[in-house]
């Protein structure tokens, strides 16, 4: 949809998750049952031209629905003033909670901490569009319960992107991570992030994947797609230290198979699973 959307709209596209409103409407929670938005924004001085770029849209919509994938809604236009228009999207951006007690935060939302709450303070654009990607979601499920059960220890966060994964690690308590990306962008993110967060002394970030030369680490998280999760799976075992944990996402379930194959052949026992719509993660413990 977006890509259909995208090919009309010069000013760009959003999908918004669906979500539930939590804490009086303060705060969101993601809730993959309920249908998401998709949103373009084009200029609308000219009326012919929407007009005819709506009609595009609902057009290919049409064809789409054919394909008999998730149900699509009907098409909806309006107007926005272009006085609110700078400020108009951040309304589609919440507090995020994640797992038991992360929270994601925009910059320009409110958010007091309660409990033992761990706030990533992260704007979008950066990691996530209106919600986090569900590869980083499950990731970040899977380091919170990590966690839980003991500590992080060092860290290593393969293809760092934002850093919110480094971050959030430190946050739970890891002594430090490294984040390491092959795009020099995630490099810059991750430690401008680190330092936003107060954590810039722990979290290191440099351009590179593995291996690292800087292991061995005691948990290993790993956000990349399923490809590049078996071709760096033997690699990715020796940054563990012998007990050691790699969290493994970005897995298309139907690649879940030759992912499991390929953690176990590196010598890696998978230990634990969690999946949101069709996206796998894989907790992994390398013996010893
Ligand atoms: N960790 C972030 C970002 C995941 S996106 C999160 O969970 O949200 C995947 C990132 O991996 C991208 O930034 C991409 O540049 C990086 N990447 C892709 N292949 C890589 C490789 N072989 N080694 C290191 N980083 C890689």
């Known amino acids: 949809m977006t890509e259909i959307l995208a090919r009309v709209a010069p000013g760009g596209t959003t999908i918004e998750p669906g979500f539930e409103l939590v804490e009086d409407g303060l705060a969101a929670r993601i809730d993959p049952a309920r249908p998401a938005t998709v949103r373009a924004y084009l200029p609308a001085f000219d009326q012919l031209t929407t007009g005819q770029a709506t009609e595009t ?3 290919a919509l049409g064809h789409l629905q054919a394909f008999g994938l998730r149900p699509i809604g009907e098409l909806r236009t309006r107007l926005v003033d272009e006085a609110d228009w700078a400020t108009a999207w951040q ?6 909670h994640v797992g038991r007690r992360l929270v994601i935060k925009p910059g320009w939302r409110r958010h007091s901490r309660t409990g033992d709450e761990v706030v990533i303070d992260l704007d979008p654009g950066m990691a996530f569009g209106t919600g986090l990607h569900p590869t980083t979601r499950l990731c970040l499920v899977a380091l919170e319960a990590r966690a839980d059960r003991g500590p992080l220890g060092r860290v290593l966060d393969v293809g760092c992107g934002s850093g919110i994964l480094s971050i959030a690690a430190v946050k739970l308590g890891g002594t430090r991570a490294l984040g390491v990306d092959i795009d020099p962008i995630a490099i810059e993110a ?4 680190a330092r936003h967060n107060r954590v810039g002394k ?3 970030a440099r351009e590179g994947s593995t291996p ?10 790993a956000n990349l797609i399923a490809g590049v999760l078996i071709e760096l799976a033997p690699e990715l075992a020796n940054e563990l230290v012998p007990g050691g944990t790699l969290i493994g996402s970005g897995i298309f379930i139907d690649r879940e198979p ?10 890696l026992d998978i230990v634990g699973r969690r999946f949101e719509s069709d996206w796998v993660a894989l907790e992994a413990r390398r013996p010893g």
């Open 57 to 59: 849209v609902r057009e």
């Open 91 to 96: 309304e589609h951006f919440h507090v995020l």
């Open 190 to 193: 991750t430690l401008a992030n």
């Open 202 to 204: 722990r979290v290191r």
């Open 212 to 221: 690292s030369d800087e292991g061995p680490f005691d948990t290993v998280l």
């Open 258 to 267: 030759d992912t499991r194959r390929a953690l176990e052949a590196a010598g």
